[in-house]
């Protein structure tokens, strides 16, 4: 069992701890706009604009099941849910579901809470949702973890382990769980904390809650950390209107003494959610730090994205390398993506809500609402500037393996295709390694992307297809979702695409499609595309393609994945 909860601190210790941090005081630097503790006091930030939609909290999505009189349509059990069910990929068993919420491995099992509504499948009254595995992929349904009550809806937050009861919450020596969340209602957003004896089944409320209040109402998504150097834990929490992070630290997990903020920086946006702050591994040796920041809307593509920072903590600031922010999706369906706490090794892991708030509730699915990506290792790696940038990978995803099907690789001439039919009802993993030759002579400048083109499409015999293809020329990836015609809405966009290493003809490429869901894995994790799809019939073919030039396909694998979820599927 890995153990990251930090000794208890004798008195001497903490008042010792307690005088290094003093108020917060700040260098200039970076991101960091908290004065040093000897200077003058500043004057408190400007609150966010109070709420002007009286019945739900402060977000910038709608809740139609909170709107005053509001009268959505109850769970509705309809045979099209079926067809678009993954299979591989976590679901809510009814309901609407969001953000993942407490990723933690308790030492023999790791836990996913989230953002849940039981009872209608539209965002609003808001829960945990718990499900619990022995690996990340094969998950079970537990009870609701943490209800709605009186003083708000259970908003995002985190989970710890304090397995030497450090924070003398516990009755017991041996400790237990932690869990910190916002508790959100129509005029405030605090930070509650809740302990858990049972591993994460039961939690009981701090009596004395909120741990953390500044009396603002766009104030949310608390994530917390043990940092060993200074001996403390850290929280990140999002200051929402403001662009802002906060920056706390505490002995006990219940008196937070205020460090510093970060921001605003990166995309503009409406809100900022989810913080995440990790200490991640760099290819070739060292580490680095990675804040996380969700913005909603705002995205490059519309609606939701997570960004990310690569930089330097020291206890009290995120220090940014460089101006550079990075995105950690291509497409527009990863949000609010959360890091496991207390993993084996210092693993870096991660899900993300496979959504958009932009049309979430619109989907064509009935009885439920939501996805949750695959779990995915996360390492920084160099790219073709020298720059670090994240590199994210399905983690485990071959132990679901079954016999590959019969697609051979090799040669295809310009103009050329190659199908095969896939199994109905099932995920699929599709890995492949293509080069594409260099440009034919006498082909009109403007003629098939000038150099060539590789297309990898799912189809169905209705003309329904999804297409995923490589120009060698630009050096692009590009996603292509708007031949499906099981879903339609304004902002449902439909083509992306993402640079790769230039002056490249050859990409590999894994790609994941399990009912409604995509996820695509390219150039080794460095570009990552999440899309919901929706057919109105199911995909029955992969066709390969070259055009404008010939292709060496050097490896091809298309691997039947097994099913995980206890759902019903178009698999049963």
């Known amino acids: 069992m890995t153990d990251a909860s930090p000794p208890r601190l004798s008195c001497r210790a903490a008042l010792s701890s307690f005088a290094v941090l003093g108020t917060g005081g700040l260098a200039q630097g970076a991101g960091a706009n908290t004065p040093p503790s000897s200077g003058p006091a500043t004057p408190l930030p400007p609150q966010a604009p109070d709420n002007t939609r009286g019945d739900e909290p402060n977000a910038s999505h709608p809740s139609p099941a909170d709107q005053p009189g509001g009268m959505p349509h109850p769970v509705m059990k309809t045979e099209i849910d079926m067809p678009y069910r993954p299979t591989i990929h976590f679901t809510p068993t009814t309901g609407f579901m969001n953000d993942p919420n407490g990723l933690v491995f308790d030492g023999t099992q790791y836990h996913l809470y989230y953002q849940y509504n039981p009872f209608a499948p539209y965002a609003g009254h808001v829960h945990w949702g718990h499900a619990t595995s022995p690996d990340l992929l094969h998950w079970t349904d537990q009870p609701i973890a943490l209800d709605e009550t009186g003083a708000g809806e259970a908003f995002t937050g985190c989970a710890v382990m304090d397995s030497h009861n450090a ?27 809740a302990t858990s004896y049972d591993n994460g089944q039961t939690f009981e409320e701090y009596a004395r809650n909120p741990v953390l209040d500044i ?37 006990d997990l219940v008196h937070w003494v205020h460090l510093s903020d970060f921001g605003p920086s990166g995309l503009f946006g409406v809100d900022y959610e989810c913080p995440n702050l990790i200490e991640v591994a760099v290819e070739g040796g060292g580490t680095r730090w990675m804040l996380f920041v969700s913005v909603n809307p705002g995205a490059p593509t519309g609606g939701s994205i997570t960004q990310y920072f690569v930089g330097q903590f020291d206890g009290t600031r995120f220090i940014p390398d460089n101006t550079v922010i990075g995105l950690t999706d291509f497409a527009k369906d990863a949000y609010a993506l959360q890091v496991y706490s207390n993993m084996p090794g210092a693993e870096a892991v991660s899900i993300a809500w496979l959504g958009n708030w932009q049309y979430a509730q619109e989907l064509p699915t009935q009885s439920w609402r939501g996805a949750m990506t695959l779990p995915r290792t996360m390492v920084l790696r160099r790219d073709f500037t020298g720059g670090l940038r994240l590199a994210q990978t399905p983690r485990g995803l071959n132990t679901l393996r079954d016999t590959p099907l019969a697609c051979p690789a090799g040669r295809l001439a310009a103009g050329e295709s190659r199908q095969v039919s896939l199994p ?24 098939k992307g000038r150099t060539g083109r590789f297309i990898i499409t799912f189809g169905n015999e209705g003309g329904e297809k999804l297409t995923i293809g490589f120009d060698a020329f630009s050096g692009q990836l590009w996603l292509d979702r708007s031949n499906l015609a099981g879903f339609a809405q304004p902002f449902f966009t439909g083509q992306f695409s993402t640079a790769l290493a230039p002056d490249d003809r050859h990409f590999e490429i894994r790609i994941v499609l399990d009912a409604c869901t995509l996820e695509i894995f390219a150039d080794g994790g460095l570009a990552v595309g999440t899309a919901l799809v929706f057919p109105a019939s199911p995909l029955e073919f992969l066709r390969l393609e070259a055009n404008g030039a010939g292709a060496t396909i050097g490896s091809l694998n298309l691997y039947p994945l097994r099913k995980t979820m206890p759902r019903m599927t178009a698999a049963t």
């Open 424 to 447: 109905q009802g099932r995920a699929v993993e599709l890995c492949m390694s293509v080069t594409v030759d260099e440009r034919p002579h006498g082909l009109n400048p403007g003629d």
């Open 167 to 193: 924070s003398g919450l516990f009755r017991t020596p041996q400790g237990g769980m932690v869990a910190l969340y916002t508790r959100a209602s129509p005029h405030a957003q605090a930070q509650y904390l």
């Open 215 to 251: 009396s603002s109402n766009s104030f949310r998504d608390p994530q917390v950390c043990f940092h060993k150097p200074t001996g403390r834990w850290v929280m990140v929490v999002a200051k929402s209107r403001l662009h802002q992070i906060a920056f706390y630290a505490s002995i």
